[in-house]
């Protein structure tokens, strides 16, 4: 069984091998389907683990090896298969075989799609590596892995300008949350002298590190999260990503980057729910990038740009529910949202194709008319993540208020609340802009069955994968979390609460009852802090890369003019006095007789000088 464990996470790094060293000399066909194939059975592996640890209820041993040796302390590597790394195994496996299916067709145009697979590859094996890493240093190497496969992915289209500074942002981006998760496992290192979880799990239950101490590695654990997960105020990398081929936004936004942000806090729970002052921050924090998201989203244009800042939003949600003690409610979104993402992100793609690459909403409509398929899919997308019953987000949305009611942080209930009214209605806006709407072109394109198999075989999930939680808590069992049930009145109040989200953009954007103009106009300054994202790009161009552009200035002008002048006034001196030394030194005898008479009285003046004050 341990064999199986560990081939799910090496068959996709096989795959990326045999895809790089056939990446010049295989057809394109063969490398895409030696990726797609893998991974397939990477996903046939997990399945096979779901079945043993949740129906059979079979443990999986946690693997390990000594690796190095520090002193009298021990590095391990090896592998853990607890019911939270399966599960994540379950989801990246499955989300990332369906996607590679999807670019089959998505890239075939491309010369550099034997690359593209190549790192999709990569890509998914860092992902599953990440899940099922024992230990804080094992962790720590595939987090940073995901980080490069992440920059590749991003600036695929490398010749862009844009694509370049988007993956530039990314990896400076997250980055700076990964020196805060650095310098957490260096804390936990000092204070247990180990990297394993579990021996770090029972040091905070046995009270071996200080309760300051556990607040300060927490948060900045969550930091290295914040990063990953695009939380505010290192969200800003994630927009842009959208530069990548759509694909790779599937991929990142649903099962692997940003999840894994959201996978690093529950794995180290046990660490935050040691420290109230930390969980606070994750909820806060999450809440404040829901909403904040979210009003941004109402207003975008690009329909890849509507659907990040829809990722970022309701990674708030989740971090939202693990703040709240909710760790159920967070990892039941964390599930449901890979699917219904992942599902929104290959529909648009689609979409994009049909209108001749076109992503501005505004420039689109009819699509419903013509590629009916396309907008059934979308709706049930978006019913999903809208919250609206039966749909899965509205079961693991309902988990999430609940949890937050619970807690007693009633700022942040009405904070969510609000958050899933203003995702009903960009959702929505979305969906009669582009289906319902009038004025299209490029509508009449045949999609192939690489399109079409993962895009209708992830809009069943919507549907089913709610019911894991609900009537009978079956998720929360198998992860063994004690939680509380939900209140049937917060799961009326929050679908009520959607239904008025879509009913609002039925009204402006299907029956024009309410006039878009008149709510921009209306709205005035609101309106352009949502477009302009509330100029936290420009915020940081200001604060930071136009300051530290200046410091670089003034740098540089203190080494050129000042230490370069000082070493140059050094280097010209033995050649300046050499001149002189030459230009009285010319072979002349009177002035070499002149010299010695004025050195004479010179030293003469000197003596005489010299009695008369001493």
């Not at 920059?151 to 990896?171: D, I, M, N, P």
């Not at 420290?275 to 904040?292: D, H, K, N």
């Not at 072979?587 to 002149?594: A, E, H, I, P």
């Amino acid at each position: 069984m341990t064999g199986l464990a560990w081939a799910v996470p090496l068959l996709p790094l096989l795959a990326f091998v045999v895809q790089l060293l056939l990446r010049t000399k295989g057809t394109k066909k063969l490398v895409s389907f030696i990726g797609v194939g893998l991974t397939f059975l990477s996903f046939v592996f997990a399945v096979y683990l779901i079945a043993q640890s949740f129906i059979w209820n079979h443990n999986i041993p946690t693997w390990q090896i000594n690796w190095l040796h520090i002193g009298s302390k021990v590095v391990t590597v090896g592998a853990s298969f607890a019911p939270l790394q399966v599960l994540m195994l379950f989801i990246v496996s499955f989300v990332s075989c369906l996607v590679q299916i999807y670019s089959i067709g998505y890239m075939k145009a491309d010369e550099r799609s034997n690359t593209f697979f190549a790192y999709l590859s990569l890509f998914t094996f860092s992902m599953l590596g990440l899940v099922i890493a024992p230990n804080f240093l094992e962790l720590y190497f595939f987090w940073e892995l995901v980080g490069v496969c992440s920059f590749l992915l991003v600036g695929f289209y490398f010749y862009k300008e844009s694509a370049k500074q988007a993956a530039k942002k990314a990896f400076i981006v997250t980055r700076i949350g990964d020196v805060g998760l650095f310098i957490a496992i260096c804390l936990l290192f000092w204070k247990v002298g180990s990297f394993d979880f579990s021996i770090i799990q029972e040091a905070v239950k046995t009270n071996q590190i200080s309760a300051g101490m556990i607040t300060l590695i927490a948060i900045l654990i969550f930091a290295g999260a914040a990063g990953k997960s695009g939380q505010f105020p290192l969200h800003t990398w994630l927009p842009d990503a959208m530069e990548g081929p759509t694909p790779v936004s599937a991929l990142i936004h649903a099962a692997t980057m940003v999840a894994a942000g959201v996978f690093l806090v529950a794995e180290t729970f046990w660490l935050f729910e040691a420290s109230s002052t930390a969980l606070t921050v994750v909820s806060y924090i999450g809440a404040f990038t829901a909403l904040f998201a979210a009003l941004i989203a109402l207003t975008q244009t690009d329909i890849k740009r509507v659907l990040a800042y829809s990722t970022v939003s309701q990674l708030g949600y989740m971090m939202l529910g693990l703040g709240s003690l909710g760790l159920t409610a967070g990892l039941f979104h964390l599930f449901t949202h890979a699917f219904f993402k992942a599902l929104l992100f290959l529909v648009v793609g689609a979409v994009i194709v049909a209108f001749s690459n076109e992503q501005d909403i505004r420039k689109m409509g009819g699509l419903g008319k013509e590629q009916k398929w396309l907008g059934i899919t979308f709706l049930i997308g978006g019913l999903s993540i809208s919250g609206i019953p039966p749909f899965s987000g509205f079961f693991s949305k309902d988990e999430i208020f609940a949890a937050v009611y619970q807690s007693g942080k009633y700022d942040l209930f009405a904070a969510a609340l609000l958050t899933a009214f203003c995702t009903a209605f960009y959702i929505f806006r979305l969906y009669f802009l582009v289906f319902t709407g009038r004025g299209a072109v490029g509508q009449t394109k045949t999609f192939s069955w690489y399109y079409q198999v993962p895009i209708w075989v992830l809009a069943v999930f919507p549907v089913i994968s709610g019911f894991v939680q609900f009537p009978k808590p079956i998720l929360g069992q198998w992860l063994k979390s004690s939680e509380s049930g939900t209140l049937w009145w917060i799961a009326l109040l929050a679908a009520f609460v959607a239904l008025l989200g879509i009913f609002l953009a039925y009204a402006v954007y299907q029956k024009q009852w309410i006039s878009a103009s008149s709510l921009m106009k209306y709205s005035g300054f609101g309106y352009r802090l949502s477009y302009r994202k509330f100029y936290v790009d420009e915020c940081y161009q200001a604060l930071f890369v136009w300051s530290l552009k200046g410091l670089g200035w003034v740098l540089m002008g203190w080494d050129r003019f000042i230490i370069g002048g000082i070493a140059r006034f050094i280097k010209s001196l033995p050649y300046e006095l050499g001149t002189i030394g030459s230009y009285v030194q010319n072979g002349q005898v009177q002035r070499y007789l002149l010299i010695s008479v004025f050195g004479f009285l010179l030293l003469l003046l000197t003596i005489t000088a010299g009695r008369l004050i001493f």
